[in-house]
């Protein structure tokens, strides 16, 4: 009898060993387990949920993905609705106000008489403010890489990386080199005397090669083709659509790659976007504005000199004094003629910011004294010259920088493969929510997110 009782209890306490085991993993099970996962982060620059759901947009890979994968109607984006502002949030999970990156690159102060300049090859360390979801996979001891991403440059957390302007000894150029997919001279000139179509492509053939042979945990992977398109043709129009549909032929690669590797039954994909676009038929001149007020002295067609300054960043603007001590002085001169222009619809200060998910002056150096809204239809550029205030837009037909609350700067959204139920159909969601959904989808902490993981996508 005794034995009995004594192997009951035996048997008893192996359940609820392996109950426990099986139920609270180990922080060592959990990174096992994340290196045996990928994930595959796409943005397709300017893909507007309103141009991706027309019907007749030819994505027939991206269609697969939505299909057999789960997706959202909508995204917000954050503002500035720009390129690095909003691939930084992605990549960090927090608006603009704590992730700091306000422009396609570091708004420099060059003095109190000068006009201010962005530098954009600066360190990601000089730009961003956060931690990124691909700065916690790399301490996680999982392996990351990036094709063409932005404010990324010289990170220390990538393991393999083909920048948007490629490095001639850097390992993946190196190796493409050898394997003959590019010369050396071309990647020594890579951005001269070629196209965003090529570009696009070489990218593609880093971003394949870097799957197969090194076959990441995290990538992430950007091309800039439909941008240029919108910018140039107009969201719509026949060229917009031509470079939707030729970005999906590299989407397809990616998914191509992800099966030769052998990594299909572990990967997740996830593609999204940094913002949506709008036509534009007029552009605005501020700087023209403020040179007549006599803010603004050139010589030789330049800014000699100047007491005030406008960046101009598409359907938006910020406002500078460039001496802060004249900040009181000068505003209540600057403010009026810009909300005066033709084609202005909204003029915020800089105490207004946090409303709109960016930071105030004292928070942050590179952001504006006011910040200008462009009215549907109109966008501003950065002219000094001339006489006129506003001119019909040639050549630059769409643009970005509009209000996040503008619908037609919504994102799109889908997630497919590993993990990811099927069939899913998500309301809003917004960018924020990108990063700790990854972090989730890896099994790795990701506490510092303001974004909500996206739990009704997961098996």
Not at 58 to 71: I, W
Not at 120 to 145: C, E, N
Not at 231 to 254: E, L, M, R
Request: aromatic share 8%; charged share 20%.
């Amino acid at each position: 009898m005794r034995i009995n009782y004594l192997q009951s209890i035996l048997s008893k306490s192996i359940l609820v060993f392996l109950i426990l085991t099986l139920s609270t993993p180990s922080s060592y099970t959990a990174q096992e387990l994340a290196k045996d996962r990928t994930v595959i982060l796409i943005t397709v620059d300017g893909l507007p949920s309103w141009i991706w759901k027309n019907q007749a947009l030819v994505m027939p890979n991206l269609r697969r993905l939505a299909k057999e994968g789960s997706v959202a109607d909508v995204m917000t984006v954050s503002n500035p609705s720009i390129t690095w502002i909003n691939h930084t949030t992605i990549a960090t999970g927090v608006t603009p106000r704590k992730h700091g990156v306000l422009f396609n690159g570091l708004l420099v102060r060059r003095g109190p008489t000068l006009p201010p300049k962005v530098e954009p090859w600066r360190d990601k360390a000089d730009l961003v403010h956060t931690p990124t979801i691909y700065d916690a996979a790399y301490k996680a001891g999982l392996k990351t890489a990036q094709i063409d991403w932005v404010a990324i440059l010289n990170s220390g957390t990538i393991n393999y990386e083909f920048l948007e302007i490629p490095k001639p000894d850097g390992q993946i150029e190196q190796e493409l080199i050898k394997a003959g997919i590019i010369t050396a001279d071309e990647v020594q000139n890579f951005m001269k005397g070629k196209n965003i179509v090529w570009n696009d492509w070489m990218w593609t053939q880093a971003g394949c090669h870097i799957i197969e042979k090194h076959k990441p945990n995290l990538m992430f992977f950007h091309l800039l083709g439909t941008d240029a398109a919108n910018h140039n043709h107009g969201p719509g129009s026949t060229g917009s659509h031509s470079a939707y549909a030729y970005t999906d032929k590299f989407i397809g690669d990616i998914l191509t790659s992800i099966e030769k590797s052998g990594l299909r039954d572990r990967t997740t994909v996830i593609v999204t976007t940094d913002h949506g676009f709008k036509k534009v038929n007029k552009v605005i001149h501020p700087n023209v504005a403020l040179r007549q007020a006599g803010l603004i002295r050139i010589k030789d067609s330049k800014v000699e000199s100047c007491d005030a300054y406008i960046m101009v960043q598409g359907g938006m603007a910020f406002v500078y004094i460039t001496d802060p001590t004249k900040k009181a002085e000068l505003l209540p001169v600057v403010k009026p003629i810009c909300a005066g222009l033709e084609g202005v619809a909204e003029v915020f200060d800089s105490v207004d910011a946090p409303k709109l998910g960016m930071p105030t002056t004292e928070e942050n150096q590179a952001m504006g004294d006011l910040i200008l809204f462009a009215k549907t239809g109109f966008a501003f550029k950065d002219i000094c010259t001339g006489e006129e205030l506003v001119a019909d837009s040639k050549n630059y037909l769409g643009t970005h920088g509009y209000p996040a609350s503008d619908p037609e700067l919504d994102g799109m959204f889908i997630a497919w493969g590993y993990g990811i139920k099927q069939g899913v159909k998500l309301d809003r969601i917004a960018n924020i929510d990108v990063a700790p959904t990854i972090a989730e989808s890896l099994g790795i902490p990701f506490p510092t997110a303001e974004g909500r993981i996206l739990r009704e996508i997961f098996k």
